[in-house]
């Protein structure tokens, strides 16, 4: 087996529309529930203007190239393209999303484009959202429209960012709660919304690629009694594979329908649907990481209240079904994220076992908050660690025989993150802003930039 990286795997970096962009009403651009979403904590950084990606694309893709990426994972703002979610197209959008093609090829950084993450336009929350059904023909016409528009300057696509995050953590990312029964109707939707951009793809784009893109972290649990292992068996389904099954199997696996019908949900299906679900399928997967979760059995407690709210589950209650776990064999990051390197090689392992497709990671990484120095330097050391555990842990996944074709990471620049502002930072380049105050916007190249390029330049060789 092979001791080193493939000389073709893609060395990236990960970023999304809405956490960068800025520019929300600009050149015709419609509103999306993400400008819209009620905010608990008004302080953080608002994503009206964000890190301004929208204006100063240029210089963050020269940047990008510098650092030698060979691949850019990015979202298209579909309520810049119609801003109404359907009919009318906006072109100065569409022109945009151009320009921004035009530049990754000028150097040769390839587009992988994420067509949705967490932003749908506005005007279709208000017709009902993923609730409704004729949010998945909305959905149909703009994949349409994309993979002609862009088809010939992109080949790589992602569907819909983490539609399993997004449900189990409604409340963080899209500022509501979604009634149970609601929730895995929109799954529904989402999925089948999901198989026809894989058929479009592959009927458009001449050696169109496309894959999932959800949130994978394997469930473990809490102790070897059989009802915490039975506990992991339900999270692992309800979080993980309950989507890949759908995206690459075709069909709802039996430990998410018993999930489902114990909690008496009956999901609607149209009459074409069983035939989506089972004809159009992926290329590869993507896969976003971050940390593993454990779990415990939650069959006899009356005492607990059902919820969530930390992004990475680990405080999940469902009553008769699963109880976060702290883990005590991980340590934490500074945001109270569990850190887990290897567990993402067994995730990786996991997936590939059960689906047989090639891997790209698009995203992975640590949000901390970094200091700008008088010198204008970011000392990153700790994402630099962060970073050479889990790349370890990638070639040690290869080693173990998953076709792992890519690692982008979170993130490429800094961005507001979902949960917690600007001052938690992922990128590899600075962005002068805080919370309340827009600054510069000045980009400064962090420690970690020029560990991630000498990297990328050995293909993924460290020195110990
Ligand atoms: C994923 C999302 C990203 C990103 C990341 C980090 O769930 O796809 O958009 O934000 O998590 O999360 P956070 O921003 O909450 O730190």
């Known amino acids: 087996m092979a001791n080193e990286f493939p000389h073709d795997f893609l060395w990236g970096a990960s970023i999304s529309a809405h956490q960068t962009e800025g520019a929300y009403q600009s050149e015709g651009k419609g509103l999306t529930v993400q400008d819209t979403r009620p905010r608990e904590d008004q302080t953080i950084a608002d994503f009206t203007v964000a890190v301004d990606h929208y204006h100063r694309y240029k210089e963050d893709i020269r940047l990008l190239s510098e650092l030698g990426i060979q691949v850019f994972r990015f979202s298209l703002s579909w309520a810049r393209i119609f801003p109404q979610g359907r009919g009318k197209v906006n072109l100065k959008g569409v022109e945009h999303y151009h320009n921004v093609l035009v530049e990754l090829a000028k150097y040769k950084i390839q587009p992988l484009i994420t067509l949705n993450h967490f932003d749908l336009p506005q005007a279709l929350e208000d017709e009902g959202g993923w609730s409704v059904r004729s949010t998945v023909e909305a959905f149909r016409e703009y994949a349409l429209f994309v993979f002609r528009e862009y088809g010939a300057q992109a080949k790589m696509w992602l569907t819909i960012n983490e539609p399993n995050i997004m449900l189990l953590v409604d409340k963080k990312i899209l500022g509501k709660e979604i009634p149970l029964a609601q929730k895995y109707q929109q799954f529904h939707h989402l999925m089948i919304a999901e198989k026809y951009a894989f058929q479009l793809c592959h009927e458009q784009i001449a050696d169109g690629k496309i894959g999932p893109v959800p949130n994978i972290?394997?469930?473990?649990?809490?102790?070897?009694?059989?009802?915490?292992?039975?506990?992991?068996?339900?999270?692992?389904?309800?979080?993980?594979?309950?989507?890949?099954?759908?995206?690459?199997?075709?069909?709802?696996?039996?430990?998410?329908?018993?999930?489902?019908?114990?909690?008496?949900?009956?999901?609607?299906?149209?009459?074409?649907?069983?035939?989506?679900?089972?004809?159009?399928?992926?290329?590869?997967?993507?896969?976003?990481?971050?940390?593993?979760?454990?779990?415990?059995?939650?069959?006899?407690?009356?005492?607990?209240?059902?919820?969530?709210?930390?992004?990475?589950?680990?405080?999940?209650?469902?009553?008769?079904?699963?109880?976060?776990?702290?883990?005590?064999?991980?340590?934490?990051?500074?945001?109270?994220?569990?850190?887990?390197?290897?567990?993402?090689?067994?995730?990786?392992?996991?997936?590939?076992?059960?689906?047989?497709?090639?891997?790209?990671?698009?995203?992975?990484?640590?949000?901390?908050?970094?200091?700008?120095?008088?010198?204008?330097?970011?000392?990153?050391?700790?994402?630099?660690?962060?970073?050479?555990?889990?790349?370890?842990?990638?070639?040690?996944?290869?080693?173990?025989?998953?076709?792992?074709?890519?690692?982008?990471?979170?993130?490429?620049?800094?961005?507001?993150?979902?949960?917690?502002?600007?001052?938690?930072?992922?990128?590899?380049?600075?962005?002068?802003?805080?919370?309340?105050?827009?600054?510069?916007?000045?980009?400064?190249?962090?420690?970690?930039?020029?560990?991630?390029?000498?990297l990328i330049a050995q293909n993924g060789k460290m020195e110990v």
Not at 236 to 253: I, K, M, T
Not at 309 to 334: A, C, H, R, W
Not at 379 to 398: K, S, V, W
Request: with cysteine; aromatic share 14%; net charge negative.
């Open 217 to 454: 972290s394997l469930v473990y649990a809490a102790t070897s009694k059989p009802e915490d292992n039975e506990a992991a068996l339900y999270f692992n389904s309800v979080r993980n594979w309950a989507y890949l099954d759908f995206s690459c199997l075709g069909r709802y696996n039996a430990v998410f329908q018993d999930y489902l019908r114990k909690n008496k949900v009956n999901i609607q299906f149209a009459p074409e649907d069983e035939e989506v679900m089972t004809t159009h399928f992926p290329d590869f997967i993507a896969m976003n990481f971050y940390t593993t979760v454990t779990v415990e059995s939650a069959k006899n407690r009356v005492d607990m209240k059902n919820g969530i709210s930390d992004q990475q589950s680990e405080d999940i209650v469902e009553k008769g079904f699963y109880k976060g776990f702290t883990n005590p064999y991980l340590s934490k990051n500074e945001f109270n994220w569990t850190l887990d390197p290897l567990g993402m090689k067994t995730t990786l392992q996991t997936v590939y076992d059960r689906y047989h497709l090639p891997i790209i990671i698009t995203e992975n990484g640590l949000g901390a908050q970094d200091v700008l120095t008088e010198d204008g330097k970011i000392h990153d050391d700790y994402r630099i660690q962060y970073l050479r555990e889990h790349i370890t842990q990638c070639l040690a996944a290869i080693e173990a025989g998953v076709d792992l074709i890519g690692y982008s990471l979170w993130s490429a620049i800094d961005l507001i993150s979902v949960h917690e502002g600007i001052r938690k930072r992922y990128g590899f380049i600075y962005v002068d802003r805080d919370e309340k105050n827009e600054k510069s916007f000045a980009r400064y190249k962090k420690d970690s930039f020029a560990w991630y390029q000498n």
